[in-house]
Each structure stands twice: as C-alpha cells, then as structure tokens.
C-alpha cells in the first residue's frame, strides 16, 4: 500500500499482479469445489452469484506477523470479484473471520453462504 503527499491510500503495480494470481487461485478452487457438488447431485446455477453473501474463514498468515484485518478482508471482496465467483463484493452482507496459527506459505480457508444454499 502506497501513501500520497495529503495521506491517502492507494494499492502499488504489485498489488494488481498479486491479486490476479489470488484470482486464478480462487477460480481454480470454486470450479473444483463446483464440480465435487454436481458430483454429489446438486443442481448449481452458473457463477457468478449475485444474491447476498456472507464470508466466514481462517487467515494463516506466514509468519507471526499480522495484517490489518479489514483490509485482508477487503481484497479477498475484490479478489472473489476479478475470479468470476461473485458478481460484485458488494453484495458481501456479513463477514466473519478470525486469526489462524501462522502456516509457511500462508492461505486463507473460506466458505461462502448464500440464502439460496439454505434453501437447497
């Protein structure tokens, strides 16, 4: 993250190349998990989602430091948009994350709920 002159925030060129890297990942993770339900009988319909969804997860960081929450939180918005998962982060309605046990590469465990999943 990069500071101008008057204190405002802004993502560097080499948040946009890690966040297509996280995109890919994430797509590549919710065609496999996508394929296990058909799999198991669910009839899905196409991605992206566009209904309300609430995120709930585990952030392992790579080491015992740790990042600003909300802002992990909010690239993982923008990261489900880019892969195609979601339709636009906005319709995220409630978030519930917490800290993990640090793991070398670090990863991020998440599960999406939608009212449709309920209802199925």
Not at 71 to 88: C, K, T
Request: positive net charge; charged residues 20%.
């Amino acid at each position: 993250m990069l500071t101008t002159r008057t204190g405002n925030h802004y993502p560097g060129k080499a948040w946009g190349t890690q966040r297509n890297a996280w995109a890919q990942e994430v797509w590549v993770q919710a065609i496999l998990q996508v394929q296990r339900l058909k799999s198991d009988g669910w009839d899905l319909k196409a991605l992206p989602l566009r209904c309300p969804v609430k995120l709930s997860g585990v952030i392992r960081y790579p080491d015992t430091r740790t990042a600003d929450l909300d802002g992990v939180i909010g690239s993982l918005g923008h990261v489900l948009e880019r892969a195609g998962v979601i339709a636009n982060d906005k319709l995220i309605v409630a978030v519930a994350f917490e800290n993990g046990m640090p793991v070398p590469k670090g990863c991020v465990t998440m599960t999406l709920e939608t009212e449709w999943m309920k209802t199925v």
